[in-house]
């Protein structure tokens, strides 16, 4: 019995190494890395690849990638309820929410790569996981490949889907450094999570509306460059004047980061002490004398912030993951629960 006991405590104790190592984090035990690599060798080999050919197109798909993530998880967990389209029991779901209408992009990209693998493998890999796997590939991508990490597996996906859910958990562009401190809080994650994952703002677009009124006017706040904001308002006006869509028209984008507005990067972080970023919660981060040293640190070359980054993004993926019941599930089609 001794003997047993002791080769049950190594065992374990292996078990919880090799977690560690694997990179999972700790509030996340039912994550694991490698997680099909019995029941769907093939699935996160297939999510690259529709990852890079939606890319490929344009790369503005990832940065709504990762993008994506971030919103699902902050809502209800990583679930991918922010997936599900409106449907007469459920006509306003979290992709129609204030913050998600008319600014989340990637959902044909999860598409292309659900469809894929479920001709491999029906019914095994999750719509969450499809979302995070895909998050972590643009993020590899776009960052030409100095973002690179693994990615646990074994989310499963949530069947409800409020857009009146959005606005109490996604913090807005207006937000405060203490606002965004607590709301990362409140998903388990820490100030230097915040500050770090903040730097996918180094892609992607911003819509004119919701930074303008006050970044861009003439007396504008002192936390944003003068010649970045008057840049601001002739590229708003610019895009609005040049745009063939009427969508555009009326709420033109910009690139967040004019310097890199493809890379993935530290850039956002240079851009940030420079006051020459979009949001008032961008600058923010300056707000407190350990901010603004957790973005110098952030703006330094080596790597640093890429390797945190992911740390980050894998703890952010393992909010609130859905385990078996009757709320969770494996979606055949990631854009309806099923039947």
């Not at 099909?36 to 996160?44: I, M, V």
């Not at 001709?119 to 999750?126: D, Q, R």
Request: charged share 25%.
């Amino acid at each position: 019995m001794a003997a047993s006991s002791e080769l049950a405590i190594l065992v374990a104790c292996a078990l919880l190494l090799a977690a560690a190592c694997g990179g999972a984090p700790d509030d996340v035990p039912e994550l694991e890395i490698g997680y099909y690599e019995e029941t769907c060798p093939e699935a996160e080999s297939i999510v690259r690849a529709a990852v890079s050919e939606a890319i490929a197109v344009d790369a503005g798909v990832g940065a709504g990638l990762i993008r994506l993530l971030f919103h699902d998880c902050f809502v209800q967990g990583c679930d991918a309820s922010v997936l599900l389209d409106p449907t007469p029991s459920n006509p306003r779901p979290e992709k129609l929410g204030p913050p998600n209408v008319h600014s989340l992009r990637g959902f044909e990209a999860i598409d292309a790569a659900k469809a894929a693998v479920e001709e491999a493998c029906p019914g095994t890999v999750s719509c969450a996981d499809i979302v995070a796997f895909a998050a972590r590939d643009a993020s590899y991508l776009l960052s030409g490949y100095r973002v690179d990490f693994t990615m646990p597996a074994g989310r499963l996906d949530g069947r409800r889907s409020n857009a009146s859910d959005t606005v109490p958990s996604l913090p807005p562009g207006s937000a405060t450094y203490t606002e965004l401190v607590d709301n990362f809080a409140n998903k388990g994650l820490d100030a230097e999570d915040m500050i770090v994952l903040s730097g996918a703002h180094s892609v992607g677009h911003a819509r004119c509306s919701t930074f303008a009124a006050d970044r861009t006017a003439v007396d504008g706040d002192a936390d944003i460059d003068p010649s970045f904001a008057r840049s601001l308002r002739r590229r708003c006006v610019q895009q609005a004047e040049n745009s063939t869509k009427e969508e555009e028209k009326d709420d033109p984008t910009v690139s967040q980061d004019a310097v890199t507005p493809t890379e993935l990067d530290s850039q956002y972080y240079s851009n940030v002490l420079k006051r020459r970023v979009l949001l008032a919660s961008d600058a923010a981060l300056l707000e407190t004398p350990e901010a603004a040293r957790m973005v110098r640190d952030s703006a330094g070359a080596g790597g640093r912030w890429e390797r945190k980054f992911g740390k980050a993004m894998v703890k952010m993926a393992g909010i609130g993951v859905k385990k078996a019941g009757r709320h969770a599930e494996i979606r055949t089609n990631c854009r309806v629960v099923n039947h």
